[in-house]
């Protein structure tokens, strides 16, 4: 059964660059889309971006500016980088697998337990 | 981008009772839509996909409905574990969007 980790600080300084990675285990990277989504305290879901394991990603266009994800095979990893962050990205991140699909179209069926990642001085 | 409302916000109900959750979209995407249960403190998990598909695991009581802009989530003779918060997102239209939930309590 796959399973999902994220990893990374979870104090972020306003300015600064968020950074998590998301370690797959019980199955492999390859041959499915990977994502991000955020859930600030309280509050509903939020779509980031997502990216296949070739490499080729989409990003929430309210974040776009903002965003990188990249892909690992070789550890069979993915990563979110955030730049310039405020307290408005404060919130529980988690990473997901769009393991699902229908009709050509994608759904999230594996999601990681989350790193709240807190944005202050 | 396309605005996903649910209603209602809550959802007061007994066990055994049937809950009927609505997701109303602010334009047509056909039937690219999931819905996802999140209880206090866990993930989200994908409930329905493809508006009406069950994931792998979840019990027959929970059925999908619905195409174009009106969608729905029936949980049939709700179970103490039901109780929770439901969103709907829509995956038809880029950027995918999410509704703000539909609390299911007792």
């Known amino acids: 059964q796959v399973q999902l980790q994220e990893s990374g600080p979870r104090l972020v300084k306003p300015s600064e660059t968020l950074s998590l990675t998301c370690s797959v285990s019980?199955?492999?990277?390859?041959?499915?889309?990977w994502g991000w989504f955020r859930q600030p305290p309280g509050r509903g879901l939020e779509w980031i971006g997502y990216i296949y394991y070739t490499g080729s990603s989409s990003y929430s266009p309210s974040l776009t500016s903002r965003v990188t994800m990249s892909v690992d095979t070789s550890k069979n990893q993915f990563s979110l980088k955030l730049t310039s962050v405020t307290a408005a990205d404060t919130a529980l991140y988690y990473c997901?697998?769009?393991?699902?699909?229908?009709?050509?179209?994608?759904?999230?069926?594996?999601w990681g337990e989350g790193a709240t990642v807190t944005v202050s001085s | 981008e396309i605005v996903l409302t649910q209603s209602p916000a809550t959802l007061s109900l007994s066990p055994g009772e049937t809950a009927t959750l609505s997701c109303r979209a602010s334009?047509?995407?056909?039937?690219?839509l999931a819905w996802y249960q999140q209880k206090p403190g866990q993930a989200p998990r994908l409930l329905i996909y493809?508006?009406?598909n069950r994931a792998t695991g979840i019990p027959a009581r929970f059925s999908g409905s619905g195409c174009g802009t009106d969608f729905t989530l029936t949980i049939s003779s709700l179970e103490p574990e039901d109780f929770a918060v439901y969103y709907c997102q829509q995956r038809g239209n880029w950027p995918e969007t999410f509704g703000p939930g539909t609390k299911v309590e007792i």
């Open positions: 997901i697998r769009y393991g699902v699909q229908v009709a050509g179209f994608h759904y999230m069926d594996v």
């Open positions: 334009q047509s995407f056909s039937s690219h």
């Open positions: 493809g508006a009406s």
């Open positions: 019980g199955g492999s990277i390859s041959g499915h889309y």
